[in-house]
Antibody
């Protein structure tokens, strides 16, 4: 079955760039009509969608983070990545990657939902 | 931006209870509403998509309803493994997916 796994540094200094990679295993990142998303969750708080990418390279970003976010995909490695620049303590969170999309129960309409998630990785921003 | 609210923010219930959680969108989102369950230290798990469709492998005691701005997640008979935090999420606006603040269900 398809699985997702986040990887990257657990500690990033303020003003630097946070870089994470999500590796998709058990299936091709290019199969189906899925988008691939990044979502984060500060400790004890709710979920915030960061953005997503299609294997064509098409992206959508959360407007509140858009100026600092870049999501890219490497289909040859079955991976997609997140870069978040100019980080501050407010960016400290567990970062999840997730698969986004699927058909509804009728099988006719394509809708958006996060059906597969990585286990998450804690990134702390601190000097 | 489409804002999502949930009520209650927390609730205490007993095994076997019927539990209802409400989610409201700041504008109509048709049926583009998903529900997730999250346990401490774990990633969220998809329960319901498109307002009322049960994700494969999810027990039938979970159900969802609603359309427009008002939605409900119901657990017909609460089980010990259901104590968790539940989030709704709108997928109507693909430019900005947003989640509700969560409802924590704990043991009475």
């Amino acid at each position: 079955q398809v699985q997702l796994q986040e990887s990257g540094p657990g500690l990033v200094k303020p003003s630097q760039t946070l870089s994470l990679t999500c590796t998709v295993s058990g299936g091709s990142i290019s199969s189906g009509s899925y988008y691939w998303s990044w979502i984060r969750q500060p400790a004890g708080k709710g979920l915030e969608w960061i953005g997503r990418i299609y294997t064509s390279g098409s992206t959508n970003y959360n407007p509140s983070l858009k100026s600092r976010v870049t999501i890219s995909v490497d289909t040859s490695k079955n991976q997609f990545s997140l870069k978040l620049s100019s980080v501050t303590a407010a960016d400290t969170a567990v970062y999840y990657c997730a698969r986004d999309g699927g058909y509804d129960s009728s099988g006719y309409y394509y809708v958006w939902y996060f059906d597969l998630w990585g286990r998450g990785t804690l990134v702390t921003v601190s000097s | 931006d489409i804002q999502m609210t949930q009520s209650p923010s927390s609730l205490s219930a007993s095994v076997g209870d019927r539990v209802t959680i409400t989610c409201r969108a700041s504008q109509s989102i048709s049926s583009y509403l998903n529900w997730y369950q999250q346990k401490p230290g774990k990633a969220p798990k998809l329960l319901i998509y498109a307002a009322s469709s049960l994700q494969s492998g999810v027990p039938s005691r979970f159900s969802g309803s609603g359309s427009g701005t008002d939605f409900t997640l119901t657990i017909s008979s609460l089980q010990p493994e259901d104590f968790a935090t539940y989030y709704c999420q709108q997928s109507y606006s693909t430019l900005l997916f947003t989640f509700g603040p969560g409802t924590k269900v704990d043991i009475k």
